[in-house]
């Protein structure tokens, strides 16, 4: 069975561009999360998606966005990149009302210059 | 504001002795906790995890012990192994939120 798949792996953008990430959940998953590890830092809570919708936002500005597709595939938006949106973004999959597991994917590394 | 906090980000351990691995949190309206697993260039792997209600959890080589008293885990491996050096993700979730916060990881060493 294929896991969370996540592309592209590396992404370089310049200040003020925009990044878009995508993920692939698992078969059968209809919640997507995504998480940013900066350097140094815990992973952080940005977005979760379940059948399309918004369910919960982290503490991050307007213009970190996403949408779920219908067929449960994700993409995140990072607008007007800022230096520090350099990190880690991890996506995660899991079926809603489990006991929480969370299945991850290898990760986006996005590198603003 | 960090609910959930790791205050060890790395520890070394000998072959074949016990690694304890603390995590502390201060929301107490947590009732599930989990422990993940992050080896470089991956994705985090779900590892263990204890519900509120429990105070061990015990899976092989590890185990994950809760203290809500003290809303404190830990989580013990032993025999520790080569394999187990990783970075370890403690995370904490309210009941009806699917939302995880997580720590900021603990980098494991098991020296041969």
């Given at each position: 069975e294929a896991g969370v798949t996540q592309s592209p792996t590396h992404l370089i953008k310049t200040r003020g561009q925009q990044a878009t990430l995508r993920c692939s959940p698992i078969s059968g998953?209809?919640?997507?999360?995504?998480?940013?590890?900066?350097?140094?830092?815990?992973?952080?809570?940005l977005l979760w998606y379940d059948e399309g919708e918004e369910r919960n936002?982290?503490?991050?500005?307007?213009?970190?966005?996403?949408?779920q597709f219908p067929n449960y595939s994700s993409e995140l938006n990072v607008n007007a990149l800022e230096l520090e949106d350099s990190a880690l973004y991890l996506c995660a999959s899991s079926f809603l009302r489990n006991t929480g597991e969370l299945f991850f994917g290898e990760g986006s590394r996005l590198t603003v210059l | 504001d960090q609910q959930v906090k790791q205050n060890s980000p790395s520890l070394s351990v000998q072959e074949g002795r016990i690694s304890i691995l603390n995590c502390d949190y201060t929301n107490s309206m947590f009732d599930y906790f989990l422990w993940y697993k992050k080896y470089p260039a991956e994705g985090p792997?779900?590892?263990?995890?204890?519900s509120s209600i429990k105070d061990k959890n015990e899976d092989g080589r590890f185990t994950v012990f809760l203290n809500k008293s003290a809303?404190?885990?830990s989580l013990h491996i032993v025999p520790s192994q080569p394999g187990d050096s990783a970075v370890y993700f403690c995370a904490?979730?309210?009941?009806g939120n699917e939302k995880l916060t997580f720590g900021t990881g603990t980098r494991l060493t098991i020296i041969p």
């Open positions: 998953h209809t919640s997507v999360y995504w998480y940013q590890q900066a350097l140094g830092l815990g992973l952080q809570f936002r982290g503490n991050f500005p307007p213009r970190f966005s996403g949408r | 792997t779900f590892l263990i995890s204890i809303k404190h885990l904490a979730r309210v009941f």
